[in-house]
């Protein structure tokens, strides 16, 4: 470990002149220059144990973390459950370009320079790390700066991992950062009444980002994701909230699927295989109104390659493929969240990767005793409890046998869509079969709209169904919602030779089905491959904004039963549930693509939009895009 005298460095850095005021305390400055010594520094010179505290006038010495160190890395828990998951309302603008998102100045009553002396302030009284690293791809990314406590290493450590720290050692001359995020946690508790906040200051050549919590959702995760958005928006392209894989049977068939949806949508799980018991079968689901079982002959021959968990940058300057949208990772490592994993044996790549990590790894909301194996299946417990349903691992990308560490041009957009179950008795919007196909025009509505979804474990609880807006990645963005729409259909139009499809997760009607749904699409798509599916294949749902049904779903050895290609095929569920649940999708789309409907919105989606308003048919929305 060594600490660093910063003024020689504070050039170099290209820091900010109201910044460098923050260094001129005397305090101990780390710049690190090793992931090992992030590391140490994240156990704060302990052993086993480690207590994350603050001085907090009034209240005294507040732990609000600790670490423990185990044989496979270092677990972080919140004394607060609430931090164990992302606000998803968290973010606020200080600055006056153009927004839809709230202003800090209207939510909390005064000016943000005033909060931001505070902050800085209270950094000068700290020991601080300090660390230079690359926001998104080192290719097409932004040179940044992380200012943090000291007694957090772990959340820089976080960061150093998902983004690519630069060494001390490795700072290049010419280093012009173009964003800087400060952590302030006992803000938290001291300004926001112990809610999750993060302001976003957009100033002409630096995006400041001020995370006033120490979980990394909100901030080293998804405030890093807006700088992207916000440097994309003003270049006109954007960062898709998705996770992209190459899908590949031997000697025959290989593909690109990138998925996409709201926190919780299955991005993660789009990597993870399905695989059969002993005797050949998987359990489909179970009918939540009868208990019946529905399992299946199954084996998958499949073989994954995963490209992105995430983040997928589609900048322009990548080359084109024929009418292909081509995109490549934003991230070094992976923040993902094990809460499907029930116990061992679910997903065993994985769990081999956490529980024998070729390197130490850090985890979050684990059960932890020092100087054994933290276990992904053993999430903390919470105070009801229960096990909390957000536990998660930063898994840098490297240690991911079969990764793809390059660009890769997209096959078939998938969109994942969490659903509720829908029975005659309790009419839901849960009616969208094992997969549908969408015409592109279709796709776009569903990127504009992007349902948060049923039971969503990455956030803090919502109720009923909500959007999460715009590409699905609208709460981490900071400019306007029809300049990312504008976006996307561009995006659509000029990746013409892209498919889309449409699945569910958790339900299909009154079936619980867990992840299956796109597992299944996923195995359909690339064992027929490349081909065509013609429209004789395809029958239009009985709501166009589904687009079209398949007439049938074949794998090797089994037919999969219709009902769970047309939800209304089910008893339980019949067509008058199902139309009711129609009606409350067309309603939800109907109240939200109002906001788009202004005078900066490309003319082809007013057009789009406004065939949805007037109950379009699916052909009608074919030859408009």
């Known amino acids: 470990m060594r600490d660093f005298v ?108 005033l909060l931001k002396k505070e902050t800085l302030d209270w950094l ?14 080192n290719k097409y990314g932004y040179q940044s700066i992380y200012i943090g406590p000291l007694n957090a290493a772990f959340f820089a450590w976080c960061l150093a991992d998902m983004q690519s720290f630069i060494p001390a050692d490795e700072i290049p001359g010419n280093f012009s950062p173009k964003a800087i995020l400060f952590l302030a946690p006992t803000f938290r508790l001291t300004h926001f009444n112990g809610k999750q906040v993060v302001v976003h200051n957009r100033e002409d050549e630096i995006h400041e980002v001020y995370s006033y919590n120490m979980y990394p959702g909100p901030s080293a995760k998804k405030g890093i994701y807006g700088v992207l958005l916000n440097q994309g928006e003003k270049e ?18 290989v593909i690109t699927i990138m998925h996409e949806g709201a926190s919780g949508s299955g991005k993660t799980e789009m990597s993870q295989h399905v695989g059969g018991d002993v005797s050949g ?48 990772d934003a991230e070094d490592a992976w923040f993902i969240r094990t809460d499907n994993i029930l116990q061992c044996g679910t997903d065993p790549e994985l769990e081999r990767l956490c529980v024998h990590p070729p390197e130490q790894i850090l985890y979050l909301n684990l059960e932890a005793v020092p100087k054994t194996s933290a276990l992904i299946w053993e999430p903390i417990e919470e105070e009801n409890g229960k096990k909390c349903s957000n536990p998660r691992v930063v898994m840098p990308k490297k240690n991911f046998p079969r990764v793809v560490d390059s660009t890769v041009s997209v096959d078939i957009r998938s969109f994942g ?34 349902p948060r979804g049923y039971s969503n474990p990455s956030i803090v609880d919502t109720k009923g169904m909500s959007s999460e807006g715009v590409g699905s990645y609208w709460p981490f963005a900071t400019g306007k919602m029809v300049t990312q729409a504008n976006i996307l259909l561009k995006q659509i139009k000029d990746s013409y030779n892209v498919k889309y499809i449409l699945t569910p997760n958790q339900h299909i009607g009154a079936w619980s089905v867990g992840f299956m749904p796109q597992w299944l699409a996923r195995e359909f798509l690339v064992l027929y491959g490349k081909k065509p599916i013609f429209k004789n294949m395809l029958k239009p749902a009985k709501d166009p904004i589904l687009g079209y049904v398949l007439k049938g779903i074949e794998l090797p050895d089994v037919m999969v039963p219709q009902e769970f290609v047309e939800v209304n095929l089910q008893p339980e569920v019949g067509e008058e549930a199902y139309c009711k649940g129609a009606k409350m999708l067309d309603d939800f789309f109907r109240k939200e693509l109002q906001k788009y409907l202004t005078s900066e919105l490309d003319p082809l989606g007013r057009e789009i939009i406004d065939a949805f308003m007037r109950g379009a048919s699916i052909e009608e929305y074919e030859k408009l895009l």
């Not at 992209?244 to 068939?253: G, S, Y």
Request: net charge positive.
């Open 236 to 253: 006109g392209w954007t960062t898709l909230h998705a996770s992209t894989v190459k899908v590949l049977v031997p000697h025959k068939n």
């Open 417 to 450: 869509v969490r659903t509720p179950p829908c029975t005659k008795e309790n009419p839901t919007y849960g009616i969208i079969g094992m997969f549908h196909m969408l015409p592109p025009a279709i796709a776009w509505l569903w990127r504009l709209i992007a």
């Open 6 to 113: 910063l003024e020689k460095f504070l050039e170099k850095l290209g820091m900010p002149e109201d910044v460098k005021r923050i260094f001129k305390s005397g305090r101990k400055y780390i710049i690190p220059n090793s992931r090992e010594e992030l590391i140490e520094l994240s156990m704060g010179g302990h052993n086993d144990y480690y207590d994350i505290e603050f001085n907090i006038p009034g209240k005294g010495l507040v732990k609000e973390a600790w670490a423990t160190k185990v044989k496979n890395g270092v677990v972080v828990n919140y004394t607060d459950p609430y931090m164990r998951k992302r606000e998803p309302n968290c973010l606020f603008i200080a600055d006056d370009k153009p927004t839809d998102k709230p202003k800090f100045k209207d939510a909390f009553g005064y000016d943000f320079k």
């Open 281 to 328: 079968r998987i359990t489909f689901g179970v009918n939540t109104v009868t208990g019946e079982k529905y399992r299946m002959k199954f084996h998958s021959i499949c073989k994954i390659r995963p490209v992105t968990d995430d983040m997928a940058i589609a900048h322009p300057d990548m080359q084109k493929d024929n009418g292909k949208l081509v995109v490549r």
């Open 124 to 137: 000068s009284e700290q020991d601080l790390i300090i660390m230079p690293f690359m926001s998104g791809d």
